[in-house]
């Protein structure tokens, strides 16, 4: 199964899976997912970062690479595919970095694993995290 990390759940993957239930770090950890990490999760916490909205991702977007290898997750590219998609989803959410995932999500036939309630009202996207 192919596996997108919303942004919360790379962070607690790698800094806190305390936080992550079990059936999800079931998904995480089996040996036969593939795990990917969008290019808009660095984005997205850089932004929060400055904002000082996120204080404790400035060392873990320094370690980036490192996290990555760590938990055997590939890099995710942004395609021009997947912009088109994000921009026209049919989805009041207006949070830009969440419609890049669902977009991506969709169009890479990937599971999106996060804890956010509002991918639910995004038909289409198939959601794990229980």
Do not use: C
Not at 8 to 26: G, L, Q, Y
Not at 33 to 52: D, Y
Request: hydrophobic share 55%.
């Amino acid at each position: 199964m192919r596996l997108l990390l919303d942004t919360h759940t790379f962070f607690w993957a790698v800094r806190d899976p305390s936080r992550i239930p079990a059936a999800a770090t079931a998904l995480l950890t089996d040996p036969g997912n593939e795990l990917l990490v969008s290019a808009v999760t660095p984005w997205e916490m850089g932004i929060k970062v400055r904002s000082g909205r996120f204080p404790e991702a400035v060392a873990f977007l320094a370690a980036m690479p490192r996290y990555l290898s760590t938990l055997g997750a590939a890099e995710l590219p942004i395609t021009i595919e997947h912009s088109l998609v994000a921009g026209q989803l049919e989805w009041p959410h207006r949070d830009p970095f969440d419609r890049m995932l669902a977009a991506q999500a969709i169009i890479e036939n990937a599971v999106l694993l996060s804890a956010d309630a509002a991918f639910a009202a995004l038909g289409g996207v198939r959601l794990a995290w229980r």
